[in-house]
């Protein structure tokens, strides 16, 4: 489907409530890799590193694209975009890291819980005082949040699946991503 269109089949939703969304389930993810690393599940613990590096992924590029450029201007402390940016700058450099290495790398876990710690304190910031002035700035958040819906559903799409020669779908890890933003291999 052209990404033009995509946004006719996605229902709407408001913005702030979709984001938040994305926080709970990245706060999940890691706590899901730190339980498969307790319990010694090393396969499903990568699994999921990648899982967060995708869905980091994602939701940073929506918030820089849609949101931030939507609320900035609204907001009486633009500082908080500025943090907000330096903390994805941040997030995709130890995405970059992660999502081509593995626990065969020594210093895997390290990457993946320092790339928590930043964004737990920038999911902290948005979600505490971002957010809340953006919902009193008075601006439609559900157009806002229906531009959002069809913008994930189109990077899902180029993030995780690739058609086979026979148009089945098939998942893609995001270590063969090359188009994001910021994305580098570890050097
Ligand atoms: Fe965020």
Known sequence: MPASLTAYYIAPADAIELLRADHDRIRKLFA?????????????????????CRDVMIHSRVEEEIFYPETRAALDNADLVKEAKVEHALANYLIGQVASGSLADAKFAARVRVLAACMQR???????????RARST?????EIGARIAARKHDLQIEMDLVEDRNGDRRARGPSRLTVASGWRRAS
Do not use: S, W
Request: proline letters at 0%; charged letters at 45%.
């Open 32 to 52: 899901d890799f730190e339980r498969h690393l307790e319990k010694g599940a090393r396969d499903k613990a990568e699994e999921t590193a990648q899982r967060i």
């Open 122 to 132: 920038h999911m902290r910031e948005e979600d505490d005082v971002m957010f809340v």
């Open 138 to 142: 008075g601006l439609d958040m559900g």
